[in-house]
């Protein structure tokens, strides 16, 4: 496998996440969705539907972490590299005291990432994969060849509060930024672990009860369970509207 580009180190200063918590880095998650708060078709066959506008707006939101998160469907069923994207947004990165590409983090629970994934073709910078302990080792053995690191965080599900602890003490991540799917969503809403969310709203309808939206999984069973957020800013570009939402 070869080398991955080495990590520039950056400063210890006060940054926290999922509120006060220290050990943690601050999770922003950044999605596109259409007007019917879908993030793909039924068939998965069409997820990627923002104007170049949001594709910028992505760009930008790497260049401002030190990690990007996505979970495995969204990793097998796009040819994505999860990388800064252009010289100008390493160069500010870079000026921001970052490393020129983004550590990339790829969820997969159950281990059924597949190997031959895009991403993996694309050796700038280093890929850790996520699971849970229940993946079999010929699987673990699979991603272990293709992977800069594989690590295990709970039994049958992803300890995601220990994972993140792991990144930043290991890592140095302070400011890690979540791209989908919905189930990884989910889970980290779940264990009140984003810190902020941007939404694209795109002029969409895609329909369907079997289409994916941004948080997926179990859901809550009620309202009082639901977790907060609050509206930050909103901005119309063209015929998208660029929402921020904040913990309440």
Not at 14 to 34: C, E
Not at 104 to 130: H, Q, Y
Not at 141 to 166: E, H, P
Request: net charge positive; with cysteine; hydrophobic share 40%.
């Amino acid at each position: 496998m070869p080398p991955a580009t080495p990590r520039k180190a950056r400063p210890a200063t006060p940054h926290t996440g999922a509120g006060t918590d220290v050990t943690l880095p601050r999770v922003t998650m950044n999605m596109a969705m259409t007007a019917d708060g879908k993030i793909a078709t039924a068939s998965g066959g069409l997820s990627s539907f923002g104007s170049p506008r949001d594709h910028q707006e992505l760009l930008r939101l790497r260049s401002l972490a030190d990690g990007i998160m996505a979970g495995a469907r969204t990793v097998d069923q796009q040819p994505v590299t999860m990388g800064s994207g252009s010289e100008k947004f390493r160069r500010a990165r870079v000026r921001a005291g970052r490393s020129p590409e983004p550590l990339r983090i790829i969820v997969s629970g159950s281990g059924s990432l597949n190997p031959e994934a895009e991403v993996f073709k694309n050796r700038f910078s280093p890929i850790i994969v996520l699971t849970s302990g229940n993946v079999p080792d010929r699987r673990r053995k699979m991603l272990q060849a293709v992977a800069d690191d594989v690590r295990s965080f709970g039994t049958s599900q992803i300890d995601f509060r220990a994972a993140l602890c792991w990144l930043r003490s290991a890592h140095g991540i302070r400011d890690l930024l979540c791209e989908g799917g919905g189930e990884l969503n989910d889970a980290l809403f779940a264990a009140g672990l984003v810190d902020e969310l941007h939404i694209t709203v795109c002029p969409f309808i895609f329909g369907g009860r079997k289409s994916p939206t941004i948080a997926e999984g179990a859901g809550v069973p009620r309202l009082a369970l639901a977790r907060n957020f609050k509206l930050q800013s909103i901005r119309r570009v063209g015929l998208e509207h660029f929402l921020v939402y904040g913990k309440d």
